[in-house]
């Protein structure tokens, strides 16, 4: 499992790949995702398969639920907070 | 609840449709009278619009891999004059229980999926310096697996009062609109509730639009009586901006609509008040509109 630290510089690396245009030192760990279209419909799917390739196992569906996704602390909280050793 | 519904002045057509009459139809056109009125509240501008809605422009926005098992397509049968003339001969399959199509034609048409998708085909490529409030009621076509009177129809009809303009703009417009449905739910003795929502989508497991609706809601239904929504808020952000390079200083326009179901509003007060009583119910909220207004002045 990953620390909180590694989770967040992976997302800020991914959501970097996707948004070319964004610098990477302008994505916070409370920048909203959704409202500043980081995170779209297209892209979503993907953000899950990584989720799980960090967490080494399928995300637990009952965790996605509204505001799942709206941050990078917002995800960690949701899928890592807690469930890691 | 039963297939069969005894309402004075609905005809009921097993191809999932409904024919209205005498009070019932009068309740239509006095509910829809409200809904305008609400409408005019946010100054809307009207639209009347026609059935078909072009398919190009539905691909904009992806509905064909979102909703394929709902879209409804308005074919005809190519030009070729023995293809037509097979069809004459031979209308008919063998059971004699559906047509025998020849070659059809390119389809270029749906008949109208949702009342609003009229607005931004009407205002693509348009550049607003205020908000725009639209309202219209389109004959809606769905397809589905099975049919209900007044609750679940092939085609039926939508009221939708539809805002383009900034985030806050459409925020407050929704906003402003779920206290009017839920104060008119309220003021009409409907048990109603709002409840967060996502589309039908085909396959949703697969659908990344699904997955954005369940961690991002942007639609919610006031559900009657625990099992139909006869309304919802919707907020599209800036996809039919974007879809329809409709701008907003300078920026995708965000929309966002409230919508009626006509015909499950018409159950939802029948069920409760029986038609007359429904008329006056709704009578009475016109004589005094205001009443469900107060304290929101647009």
């Known amino acids: ?85 | 609840m039963s297939e069969t519904l005894e309402i004075p002045g609905l005809t009921w057509r097993p191809n999932g449709q409904s024919v209205l009459s005498g009070d019932l139809l009068a309740l239509y056109r006095d509910l829809d009278g409200g809904f305008r009125w609400l409408a005019e509240q946010s100054r809307a501008l009207e639209m009347d619009v026609p059935p078909l809605f072009p398919a190009e422009a539905l691909q904009r926005i992806d509905y064909f891999s979102s909703f394929p098992h709902l879209a409804t397509f308005a074919c005809v049968h190519a030009d070729e004059p023995e293809n037509l003339k097979a069809f004459a001969r031979e209308p008919w399959n063998s059971q004699g229980d559906e047509l025998r199509l020849g070659t059809l034609a390119p389809t270029q048409n749906v008949l109208t999926p949702a009342a609003c998708y009229h607005v931004y085909l009407d205002h693509a490529g348009s550049r607003l310096e205020a908000p725009l409030y639209v309202t219209l009621c389109a004959k809606c076509f769905r397809r589905e697996t099975h049919y209900q009177p007044l609750r679940r129809q092939w085609a039926f009809n939508m009221r939708e009062v539809v805002c383009l303009g900034k985030p806050e703009e459409v925020k407050a417009f929704l906003a402003r609109h779920r206290m009017v449905m839920q104060r008119l739910a309220s003021h009409l003795d409907l048990a109603c509730e709002f409840e967060h929502a996502t589309d039908p989508f085909f396959n949703p497991g697969a659908s990344g639009k699904h997955l954005m609706q369940r961690v991002d809601p942007v639609k919610e239904e006031l559900v009657f009586s625990h099992s139909l929504a006869i309304g919802s808020l919707n907020y599209h952000r800036s996809t039919f901006g974007e879809a329809f390079e409709i701008q907003r200083d300078g920026e995708p326009v965000h929309t966002g609509c409230v919508a009626f179901g006509m015909e499950r509003w018409l159950f939802a007060l029948v069920s409760v008040h029986g038609v007359l009583e429904a008329r006056k119910r709704v009578s009475g909220w016109l004589s005094t509109p205001h009443q469900v207004m107060e304290g929101l002045a647009h």
């Open chain 1, 1 to 85: 499992m990953v620390t909180e630290s590694q989770l967040k510089e992976a997302l800020r690396s991914w959501l970097s790949q996707k948004n070319p245009a964004v610098p990477v030192e302008t994505i916070g760990d409370d920048t909203p995702l959704i409202d500043q279209r980081l995170l779209t419909s297209i892209q979503v799917m993907d953000l899950a398969l990584f989720l799980e390739d960090l967490r080494g196992e399928p995300l637990d569906m009952t965790r996605l639920r509204a505001g799942a996704f709206s941050s990078i602390n917002a995800i960690w909280s949701t899928f890592f907070a807690g469930v890691s050793a």
